[in-house]
Each structure stands twice: as structure tokens, then as C-alpha cells.
């Protein structure tokens, strides 16, 4: 099948999409972007995926590329046109074409626009959450306002790579005080022996998930015992689960940190229960056809 993306306005093959040399994303990371799961067609959350592209705008002062709605039609169009059931959508905003120059270019350069869809099978997926994960651990060398989903995502590629060359899934930043931050591209959670769910605050030290955002709100429908409050790696391992979230994993237990066991090395209990329940409280999006609903921005 012939897969298509969208660049600044034309819906193009995939193998011709391409941008400027001198758009900004290409050449000083400078540019937002956002992942959103799709499900059965449909866009899950996509609310509070628009939701955090706006602030994410708004604090690099990057204009909306169009009329948020128009960005939603745009988006359906592309999970339309390469048949995504399941997978996912990835939007990026940059802040233009211009000759290079670190400050900001003319105002009347306009944002750049680039829409992609692909398909991820689920049962991929599920099995790698049947089995768990395991994780690494790194010091955090990334910048202070990782809250905002840029594009530039040089530590995060490195730590990635660093993971999955120690046959990892994905590796945990540890901040000076020997906290977790988040992974590379999920946040963590550990289920303390005593059964509380603790995750770190959305401060400016984690990007604030779109995944993490709803199991909160899950896990406090639930009665369950929550605390959001920083873990250090000692306290993971000896945690009774440890888990790890983001639209594309859902909730993916973790099963081994540093080649340690988590608990008694198999997915937790906990974890297990909560990704269902997680897809139960998602927000998902009219089909393909329907036109979106007015983002709450
Ligand atoms: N933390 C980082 C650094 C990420 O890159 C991501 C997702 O890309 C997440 C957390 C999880 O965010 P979300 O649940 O919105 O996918």
C-alpha cells in the first residue's frame, strides 16, 4: 500500500515527502511534535494531544500551523489515506523555512506542517507487555524544559540506543539526586510494597504524559493510594512493581532494571490490570469520516 504523508499543505507519497533544507526543524531542532495513538481508526485523546501541542506552541512562541480544527481534519485525513486501524499519528510543527540564523526568523514566516500515519500491529504490543520490559538506568543530561515536547531529542535517541545495546527496552533518566525522571520516551511508575502508586510531579523535570494524565485519573477513580512524588532507583528495585506508560506502550510493565528483578521478575498485577482499565477511561475520537470536535484550546 502506498503510504502517504502531508507536508506543508499537499498529501504526498511517502518516499517524496520531504522538507526544506533550511526548515528550522531540520537544522536547529526547532519544533514541537506531537504522537497519538489510533485505535480502531479513531484518534485516542486527541483533546489533550492538541491540548499539550498548544502549550508546547506557546512556549517556544511557534503559531499554530492552521485553525486547530483544520489541524484535526489534516490528521484524520493522513490516518484515512495510509489505513491506519491501529498505530499511530505523528504531527510536527516547526518554526519555518528561513536562511539559518538562531533568532527567531521574519514574523511572516509561516510554521511548517508535517503529518504521519502508521499502522503497529496490537498483538505486538500486548505481547511485549505480557512478558514485561526491561529497563536501564542513565544520568539526565537533557535540558531544563523537557515539559515541552520539542523535536530535539538528541539525549533521548542516545539513551535509547544505549538501552537497546544492553538489550533493553528503554532506559530511565536519573536526575543529580538520584531520582528518576522518566524514560526516553515514557513516563515511570513504581507500585511500592505496601500497594501506592507513585509516579514524579509534572514539573518542569518530565514531559506531563497524555498517558500518565488519564491513569492518574483512573487510578484516583479507583480509590487507589497514589503519591506523586520523585522514586530513586533503590526504591524501584525494591518496589513490588515498576511500570512504564505513553500512548504508543499504554501501560507496559517492567520486569528487570539494571538486570535486577522487579519484584519476582514477571509483570505485576497492578500494572497488568491498569492497561485495560487504562483503554477503558481514553477519550477516543469520531471515525475517520466525522469531523473533529472543536479542541478544548
Ligand atoms: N516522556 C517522554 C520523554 C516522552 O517522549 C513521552 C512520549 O513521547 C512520554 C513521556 C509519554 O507521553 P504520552 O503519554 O503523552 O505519550
Same mark, same amino acid.
Given at each position: ?8 499543505? !499537499? ?11 533550511? %526548515?528550522?526543524?531540520?537544522?536547529? &531542532?526547532? =519544533?514541537?511534535?506531537? /504522537? ?32 486547530? /480544527?483544520?489541524?484535526?481534519?489534516? @490528521? ?20 519555518? @523555512? ?15 506542517? /508535517?503529518?504521519?500515519?502508521?499502522? +503497529?500491529? +496490537? ?23 523537557? %515539559?515541552?515536547?520539542?523535536? *530535539?531529542?538528541?539525549?533521548? /535517541? ?19 539526586? &538520584? ?16 500497594? !501506592?502508586?507513585?509516579?514524579?510531579? *509534572? ?5 506531563? =504524559? ?22 530513586? @532507583? ?15 506502550? *499504554? ?6 532494571? %539494571? &538486570? ?38
Amino acid at each position: 500500500m502506498l503510504r502517504i504523508a502531508y507536508v506543508n499543505g !499537499r498529501y504526498l507519497p511517502h518516499a517524496d515527502a520531504a522538507v526544506h533544507v533550511e %526548515d528550522r526543524g531540520y537544522q536547529l &531542532g526547532d =519544533g514541537v511534535y506531537e /504522537v497519538c495513538e489510533v485505535s480502531g481508526g479513531r484518534l485516542v485523546d486527541e483533546r489533550r494531544h492538541m491540548a499539550r501541542l498548544d502549550r508546547s506552541l506557546r512556549e517556544l512562541r511557534i503559531r499554530w500551523p492552521m485553525a486547530p /480544527v483544520a489541524l484535526g481534519v489534516v @490528521v484524520r485525513e493522513v490516518v484515512r489515506r495510509n489505513r491506519v486501524v491501529d498505530g499511530l499519528v505523528y504531527l510536527q510543527v516547526t518554526r519555518g @523555512v528561513a536562511p539559518r540564523d538562531h533568532a527567531f526568523p521574519a514574523a511572516a514566516v509561516s510554521p511548517a506542517l /508535517v503529518v504521519t500515519a502508521r499502522s +503497529i500491529p +496490537i498483538a505486538s504490543r500486548d505481547a511485549r507487555a505480557a512478558k514485561g520490559v526491561a529497563v536501564i538506568t542513565l544520568p539526565d543530561n537533557r535540558w531544563a524544559r523537557v %515539559d515541552i515536547k520539542t523535536i *530535539a531529542l538528541l539525549p533521548n /535517541v542516545l539513551a535509547k540506543q544505549t538501552a537497546h545495546e544492553a538489550g533493553a527496552f528503554e532506559a530511565w533518566f536519573v536526575d543529580g539526586e &538520584g531520582f528518576v525522571t522518566e524514560g526516553a520516551s515514557t513516563n515511570a511508575w513504581i507500585v511500592t510494597t505496601d500497594g !501506592r502508586l507513585v509516579t514524579r510531579p *509534572a514539573d518542569t523535570g518530565i514531559l506531563r =504524559g497524555v498517558t500518565r494524565t488519564v491513569l492518574l485519573e483512573v487510578a484516583t477513580g479507583e480509590g487507589l493510594r497514589l503519591e506523586e512524588r520523585p522514586f530513586s @532507583v533503590a526504591e524501584a528495585l525494591g518496589a513490588r512493581e515498576a511500570f512504564l506508560t505513553s500512548a504508543t506502550t *499504554a501501560v507496559t510493565p517492567i520486569v528487570r532494571i %539494571d &538486570g535486577k528483578n522487579v519484584g519476582d521478575g514477571r509483570p505485576g498485577p497492578l500494572a497488568i490490570r491498569l492497561r485495560p482499565a487504562l483503554r477503558a477511561a481514553a477519550e477516543i475520537a469520531p471515525a475517520w469520516s466525522s469531523p473533529p470536535s472543536q479542541p478544548n484550546i
